[in-house]
Every structure is written in C-alpha cells, then in structure tokens.
C-alpha cells in the first residue's frame, strides 16, 4: 500500500477519487466522485477495507446500521376516521 500516492495495488483509482463504498465478502462496489460505479476484488479484503477506511472514504454500510429508525406517532386515516365517529355519537 502506498499512502503517500493514495494508491492501493492493483486498483488504478487514487483514494483522492473515491467517494464510498460497500462491501460484500470480498467484492466492493465503490462510488467515485464522479458519479462512476466501480467494482473491485481484491486479493486480501481487509487490508483494501483498512486502506479505505484509513483514506476516510465512507462506508455506506455502517451508515444505515447508524440511523435511527422512524418511528411514526400520527393516527392513519384508518385510526383517524375510528376516532371520529367515536366522539360525534
């Protein structure tokens, strides 16, 4: 690994390049800033996830494990039309 060119072997994008990434056993789907879709294979996976993560490139993964999930409070039509007739009998 060369980090002071921000390349890894093997894989002709510079980390200047990448936007973010997600991974699947051992096949990773890299956005570029370009808009661009990649895909790459490495021979040794962590090593090429470590590089990324140390570049900062964002793992859209841990991104969606992050969020909280939404939890609605508001009545559905359903549950709002009930209530209605409730309180005009």
Do not use: C
């Amino acid at each position: 690994m060369d980090t002071a060119k921000n390349t890894y072997p093997a894989f002709e994008f510079p980390a200047s390049e990448l936007s973010a990434f997600a991974v699947t056993i051992d096949f990773f789907s890299i956005s570029l800033k370009s808009g661009k879709i990649i895909h790459f294979q490495p021979e040794d996976v962590q090593s090429f996830y470590d590089w990324l993560v140390a570049h900062g490139i964002r793992d859209i993964q841990k991104e969606e494990k992050a969020k909280p999930a939404v939890i609605s409070t508001s009545i559905n039509w359903l549950g709002w039309f009930k209530l209605k007739n409730k309180t005009t009998k």
